[in-house]
């Protein structure tokens, strides 16, 4: 993950300041990508121990097309715990608030809800939404299967008359599918990118996304690539930002997916690292 420490080392190094939403500013550059041959292994940090299980775990969500909060957590998988539908508790910076949006379970139309039901209204996350909306992923799989050479393969997290529902807008917001050679490749677009926090676990879900379909089409594993556009470190970030920087990284691990029938049959627990070699966890603060 050179890649990725580079983007650090620049942030650093030529981020200008910006304020945000939070309330807590960030340092920011624009524009850069980062392209990974997944031959060469899983693209997971190892200069700091990531928690596996809930990336394994957000994505089977986002598969399943969940929006259920507490499923999430069942699974030991936090990363929602302090967001949820702004129709249901309007998003605030007070502490009232924020204990609110912890208690409130429904996520709203996010990620999954949109690769799988793209269109359909939005009832809570409770509802049976079968046959409703769009189903973008199983388009994507049945277009691997009869016509791979497709570049339509296109998946939008981005429904702009939904966002008032959702947790949080989606930071990245749409990824795409090619085939070239036998291999399957898979690029993503973010719009925000927490880059201490947030894109090392976006890489590391997006991997295994590419691997799922791979294994779905049969086709090889290919280049994973992100276009990322406001890359950014917050600024209680920046010392420990440095300190992973002085860490020499691990050779990568692998991944084994066992018992593996359909990429919607798929659970987090078939999903393995194996030789993963990492330095200790540095904790980062979220901003809310």
Same mark, same amino acid.
């Given at each position: 993950m050179e890649t990725y420490l580079n983007l650090v080392d620049k942030i650093l190094t030529e981020g200008k300041k910006k304020r945000t939403r939070t309330g807590i500013d960030k340092i920011v550059i624009f524009g850069e990508d980062i392209n990974h041959n997944m031959s060469k292994g899983f693209p997971i940090l190892t200069t700091k121990k990531m928690y596996t299980n809930a990336i394994f775990v957000e994505l089977e969500g986002f598969i399943k097309g969940l929006t259920d909060k507490k499923w999430y957590q069942e699974r030991k998988c936090n990363i929602w715990n302090e967001w949820c539908n702004p129709a249901k508790v309007p998003y605030g910076h007070d502490e009232g608030t924020k204990i609110r949006m912890k208690e409130e379970r429904d996520l709203g139309p996010i990620y999954g809800f949109q690769w799988r039901?793209?269109?359909?209204?939005?009832?809570?996350?409770?509802?049976?939404?079968?046959?409703?909306?769009?189903d973008q992923l199983k388009d994507i799989v049945q =277009?691997? !299967?009869?016509? #791979?050479?497709?570049?339509?393969? +296109?998946? %939008?997290?981005? &429904?702009?008359?939904?966002?008032n529902q959702m947790a949080l807008p989606p930071c990245h917001y749409s990824?795409?599918?090619n085939v070239i050679d036998n291999k399957l490749h898979l690029s993503w677009k973010q719009r925000s990118v927490d880059t201490m926090l947030g894109l090392p676990f976006n890489i590391a879900s997006y991997a295994t996304l590419l691997k799922l379909l791979a294994k779905e089409s049969g086709f090889k594993e290919g280049n994973l690539i992100g276009h990322l556009e406001d890359l950014h470190i917050y600024i209680n970030h920046i010392d420990?930002?440095?300190?992973?920087? =002085?860490? !020499?990284?691990? #050779?990568l691990p692998e991944?084994? +997916?066992? %018992?593996?029938? &359909?990429?919607?049959?798929?659970?987090?627990?078939?999903?393995?690292?194996?030789?993963?070699?990492?330095?200790?966890?540095i904790e980062f603060p979220i901003a809310v």
């Open positions: 039901h793209f269109g359909a209204e939005y009832n809570g996350y409770d509802f049976d939404y079968t046959g409703k909306g769009f =277009k691997l !299967k009869s016509e #791979p050479d497709s570049t339509r393969m +296109i998946v %939008n997290a981005w &429904s702009p008359l939904q966002l990824f795409t599918v420990k930002a440095r300190e992973q920087l =002085k860490r !020499k990284p691990y #050779p991944v084994e +997916i066992t %018992n593996f029938s &359909s990429i919607f049959n798929w659970t987090h627990q078939q999903t393995n690292l194996i030789n993963y070699h990492y330095h200790p966890k």
